[in-house]
């Protein structure tokens, strides 16, 4: 009789403390109910006016999004979990705090505050003590190109000896299913591990999730069709992104003034910088943006090296912390950008590329951006070669196309604007 395979994290107990279940069951209590008791004593649930339940539903609110929220970005490759927290848990609160605001309901703000404290710590807590359960473990087949697969520091990756997982629970099993020399023997066990709920993976699909990364060198008919972004999430994020713009255009006025004026002291010439791009579905359009060279010098379309002759002095340090970037933001009220997607290319450079790149007109099946995966996973890139790791960059987030995605990469970007990543 063959050996019966367990997954890893299957059990029911392990479900529960792994899952959403903690964090509704014992997470939730916590987090309402000690600032609640602090400040309203333990009979607090007898009496609850419209101040109280409002602080309280926020409260729930806010700690279900985080959680959320959280959960989801730890599934793509890079999230550094313990970096988002606080951003995370801070962005649910404000937006709670704002609703309540502007809905002009009363709230406690003592408790509403104990409440963020409470929820930092809970979701600090249950990272430090979970993150080793929640580090994949994944058995690799050893035949075909598994060999070349590497671990990181969410995945554990161990090559089996043989067709026997020998007792160790493992969250799935990972096998080049097109390799010519994978004998019938292992085939079989990799049936057997899918009736016994093992998932197995092939070897594509791990690896995109460890490297962010969708290979672009033989796309099928059917990957070009999981590659299709939601029509409605598109939707969504174009109101997104243009109420985002007009809340944030009475801020950024002011600082493009004194940019502007700036620009125009460092070195003659105009503030803006207008240049065409390649935009949505291959439409031209103009992209705004300050100028951070020297006017009329020629040159490449794209920067030479971060020393490059022809930036000014200001330019320089708007280009490290992306301030040049900031106009776009009238792009993006015009529809023709969005504040993240794959970076729009210079009508000559797009048309070099689509000669040398395969595939490089697919990254217009969505709104370009002024910031995107490709961007805070990589930094910049010109050549040829590094174009075409962003190009796979730019395809992981067309198949993972959602909001949560969009939430790692806005966290990603502000660490960026601190650190200057990737500038050039």
Partial sequence: MKREYERRHSRWYEVLLLGLG????????????????????????????DVRT?????????????ALTLRRMSQFPGAQLAAYIIPTVSIAFLIAVAILFFAREGYTRQVLFGGYLVSLAWFFMGYFVGRRFRKLKL?????????RLLGTRQVDLRMLDSTD?????????????????????????LARCTLCHIPVYHIRQISESISGRVQIDHLSENEFGS????????GFK?????IAAILLLPLLLPLMAVVAILIKRDSP???FFLQPRMGYRQRPFLMYKFRSMYHDMSGEDFTISEDDPRITRVGMWMRKYRIDELPQIINILKGEMSFIGPRPESASLSEWYEQDVPFFSYRHVVRPGITGWAQVEQGYAAEIDGMSTKLQYDFY????????????????????????????
């Avoid at 409002?54 to 999004?65: P, Q």
């Avoid at 196309?401 to 990737?422: A, C, N, Q």
């Fill in 139 to 147: 058995a690799l087949v050893p035949f075909g190109d598994t060999k």
């Fill in 227 to 234: 590659l299709l972004p939601s029509l409605m999430y598109v």
């Fill in 269 to 271: 010439g105009p503030a």
């Fill in 22 to 49: 903690l964090h509704l069951l014992v997470g939730m209590p916590l987090v309402i109910g000690l600032p609640a008791l602090e400040r309203w004593g333990w009979g607090f649930w007898y009496y609850l006016p």
């Fill in 165 to 189: 997982l020998e007792g160790v629970r493992y969250d799935g099993v990972v096998a080049d299913l097109r390799a010519e020399d994978l004998p019938a023997e292992w085939e079989r066990f």
């Fill in 397 to 424: 987030y067309i198949k993972h196309f959602s909001l949560w995605l969009d939430v790692l990469i806005s966290l990603k970007t502000v660490r960026i604007l601190f650190t200057g990543f990737g500038a050039r």
């Fill in 238 to 242: 174009r109101v997104l992104d243009f």
């Fill in 54 to 66: 409002n602080t309280i539903i926020a409260i729930a609110l806010a700690f279900v999004a985080s």
